[in-house]
């Protein structure tokens, strides 16, 4: 075979390749585009939907002050990752034949929702909570702080590094969340003892 022939033999094996690719492409391309105004259109139905029924007013009498977060913000965010990981499903449905690959993706777009939509409750409660109790600022920040720390922990075991670097990063976090602790509890029960020593 000549350098020719090799050379049109590669180009038509290019050629076929695209042609059986590109209804893929083209169907995906379609998916995203009908995701992205399925989630505009309910967007705006839940705002509405949020707005026609006072939901907000409701809300600010149940929870003192209201939500840190916008109730239609909530809404919106659990509604757009639902919306999100069925467009990323159909996609990969699509594009990848392999069966292992396409649910190791599943598998892991799954779960860095299912984190998402839990910071984002573990959030709105821990506010909640806040509101109730009346806490003092001082507190509500160590709290914030924790829960940061916590997310962070579960995020670096959706990362690629090595397991000996998530190990070091994983324990550098516990120790700075324990000692977090520790001294938000020695601050808790002496600090009336502590106050009136630096008054006195």
Known sequence: MTLLE??????????????NIFPKIAFSIIVAILTLILIRLINRLIRWM????????LISKLIPGGLRIPLATIIIVLADLGLLMIGVAIICRILIADELIYTGIILYASRIVSITV?????IVSLDTFMKYVKIERKLENILVLIVLLLTIIVLID?????????????LGISIGLGLILGIFVFWLLFKDYIEIRIKT
């Open 6 to 19: 090799e050379l049109i033999s590669i180009i038509n094996s290019i050629f076929l390749e695209v042609v």
């Open 50 to 57: 949020v707005k026609a029924f006072n939901l907000e007013l």
């Open 118 to 122: 839990l910071t984002l409750i573990f």
């Open 158 to 170: 959706l990362t690629s590094l090595s397991s000996e670097i998530k190990y070091a990063v994983g």
